[in-house]
């Protein structure tokens, strides 16, 4: 505050008189800058702030979206959701003891507050070691993919699966995505069986029904998980002609 004194003097006739009077003149508050640090995600604290040439005793008065008031120099919303996006007014109020009140034209800043993504992987057919490439469907697109396996079955841009790189049994992956200040991933999983080829390595020649049970699986080039089926298989590897009418009988081989 700065205190001006002036004194006023008249005469009329030969006579004089004065008057003096104190004239204090107080600071309106100038405000230099309005500031947040957005753009937040949804959910973390988004901080608004004012610097200003104070005297006296210091009032703010912010205003913001949704009726939004706050009372302090640097206000806080803990816990942004995107509704709070938009333009945040603050005024700066100095109080002086006279009773004196000076009020600076309103500062503003923009904030923004990004809504936090959502991830969803669609579930994944079981594969086999010796299909094709699949694509993991995911939404949002446009993440990376990231993986525990040494061999990297999954693409980590495309999210392409490769089954012949992958491991016998569930295999996880992690997938990632940014947007502006948000991050968020999400766990998917695959599984892959061992292709077993059914291919045979030989024929069976012609039998009489007398001729004892003939052990199928000698004429395959893999056994693991192989089941035979069809008229004269006994068990899951054996045909035996025993007691057949004359013909011919076809034998399926499945692994």
């Not at 003149?25 to 405000?31: D, E, L, W």
């Not at 594969?127 to 993440?143: E, H, K, Q």
Request: charged residues 0%; neutral net charge; proline residues 7%.
């Amino acid at each position: 505050t700065v205190t001006t004194t002036y004194t006023l003097t008249g005469s009329t006739s030969g006579c004089s008189s004065s008057k003096t009077v104190a004239v204090f003149v107080s600071a309106t508050p100038t405000i230099n800058s309005v500031t947040n640090n957005g753009p937040v995600c949804q959910a973390s604290q988004a901080n608004l702030s004012v610097t200003a040439v104070t005297a006296g005793t210091v009032s703010y008065v912010w205003a913001g979206p949704n009726s939004y008031i706050a009372n302090v120099q640097n206000p806080v919303i803990p816990n942004a959701q995107p509704i709070n996006t938009g333009n945040y007014s603050v005024t700066v109020i100095n109080t002086f003891s006279s009773g004196l009140q000076c009020q600076s034209s309103s500062g503003s800043t923009s904030l923004v507050v990004v809504p936090a993504p959502s991830i969803t992987i669609l579930p994944i057919n079981d594969l086999c070691t010796n299909g094709s490439t699949v694509a993991v469907t995911v939404n949002p697109a446009g993440g990376t993919f990231t993986t525990g396996n040494p061999s990297v079955p999954i693409n980590l841009n495309t999210g392409v699966i490769t089954p012949s790189l992958a491991a016998i049994g569930t295999n996880t992956f992690m997938y990632n995505y940014v947007t502006g200040p948000c991050a968020a991933s999400s766990t998917g999983s695959f599984n892959v069986s061992q292709f077993n080829t059914a291919a045979l390595t030989n024929s069976i020649p012609n039998l009489c029904v007398t001729n004892p049970a003939v052990n199928l699986n000698a004429i395959v080039q893999s056994t693991v998980n192989g089941v035979w089926s069809g008229t004269g298989v006994v068990g899951t590897y054996s045909f035996n002609p025993f007691g057949l009418p004359t013909g011919i009988y076809t034998l399926t081989y499945n692994t």
